[in-house]
Nanobody, 122 residues
């Protein structure tokens, strides 16, 4: 069992930046891939970014490339999402998730956090 707790969301003006954090429980954090997803009101959950167990490989949705950066710190059981140049369309609940084996751009992850709200005002 893995528990995930996201933090760092909030209300930000367009053009601003945020860093989301996700803290994971468990001693095997360094062995699994992590992902970030988001879900805007009335829309389906969508892939944002993913990172391999050792941080060597990252993937991004086309819509966020160049503005979002995923990173991880295995010593702290944490994964981060840096978001720059925020846009109103980035408004959503952001979720981190664990995938026990390999990266994926779909929602077939094994454990999910409760999410953190990001609201971008224009």
């Amino acid at each position: 069992q893995v528990q995930l707790v996201e933090s760092g969301g909030g209300l930000v003006q367009a053009g601003g930046s945020l860093r989301l954090s996700c803290a994971a429980s468990g001693r095997t954090f360094s062995t699994y891939a992590m992902g970030w997803f988001r879900q805007a009101s009335g829309k389906e959950r969508e892939f944002v970014a993913a990172i391999s167990y050792n941080g060597d490989t990252t993937q991004y949705a086309e819509s966020v490339k160049g503005r979002f950066t995923i990173s991880r710190e295995n010593a702290k059981n944490s994964v981060y999402l840096r978001i720059n140049s925020l846009k109103p369309e980035d408004t959503a609940v952001y979720y981190c998730a664990v995938r026990l084996w390999g990266l994926s751009r779909t929602t077939d992850y094994d454990y999910w956090g409760q999410g953190t709200q990001v609201t971008v005002s224009s």
